[in-house]
């Protein structure tokens, strides 16, 4: 049985039917979606070690969409598949974090080797899990879902993201200038109130006691930090 299996998504059968040949001939198992939506939670169950997408796909999640979704959770190399070199959408995909494209029809042949160069290359890269715990505290990356104590929170795009950058880094201090980079971009870098707005809305939904914050703390002048035990440090 092939240990390293390859997610293919495409609303194509005959598509899927000739990757599923050409890489089980390359002794790779092959797992198959044919919208984003279902190809994300395969990705977050089957952990496979590269994905092929179509950029065009039923339903409301596409190829690009789906790319950035996988990423929450997942650095196994991300393939576009694209009829033709749109070059816009090629650059749409990169951004959403894809690692290469192939263009339909291919050869065989060279698919397999970048397949395998790509494998190789990302092999050792250690990927976060599926799911963030933080005592009663979770972040489901896959369903970009944050609950605490079983019930969901509601967050916004954006205060998801911020939870989430302080998430990977916990137990480390991230400057201001890192976060407002991370999650708003280069020209935020400056936004010390942007930021401090959204803390505070964030310790309005995740702290017992807002005013005395225990999960994301702050260092005066220097940034925030979400620590992952209870207890922390003192805070203003």
């Known amino acids: 049985m092939a240990s390293e299996r390859i997610l293919i998504v495409d609303h194509e059968s005959k598509l899927l039917h000739l990757l599923r040949q050409i890489l089980t001939n390359a002794h790779f198992g092959v797992i198959a979606a044919q919208k984003g939506e279902q190809a994300l939670q395969l990705a977050a169950e089957e952990a496979p070690v590269l994905m092929l997408t179509a950029i065009h796909l039923p339903g409301g999640m596409d190829g690009v969409e789906f790319t950035r979704r996988v990423r929450q959770f997942s650095d196994a190399p991300v393939i576009l598949m694209v009829s033709d070199e749109q070059v816009e959408e090629i650059l749409r995909g990169f951004e959403a974090g894809a690692d290469g494209y192939v263009s339909v029809p291919f050869d065989p042949r060279l698919l397999v080797a970048k397949i395998k ?120």
């Open 117 to 236: 160069a790509l494998i190789k290359r990302s092999q050792g890269r250690p990927a976060d899990p599926v799911v963030l715990s933080f005592g009663g505290l979770e972040i489901n990356l896959a369903a970009q879902q944050v609950t605490q104590n079983g019930v969901e929170i509601y967050l916004t795009e954006t205060e998801y993201k911020l939870l989430l950058e302080l998430a990977r880094h916990r137990d480390q201090v991230m400057l201001h200038e890192q976060l407002l980079m991370a999650v708003w971009g280069p020209k935020y870098c400056g936004e010390l109130d942007y930021l401090r707005s959204y803390i505070h809305i964030l310790r309005r939904k995740l702290e017992p006691v807002p005013s005395q914050p225990k999960l994301i703390i702050s260092r005066p002048g220097i940034g925030y930090m979400l620590v992952s035990s209870s207890g922390g440090l003192s805070d203003n």
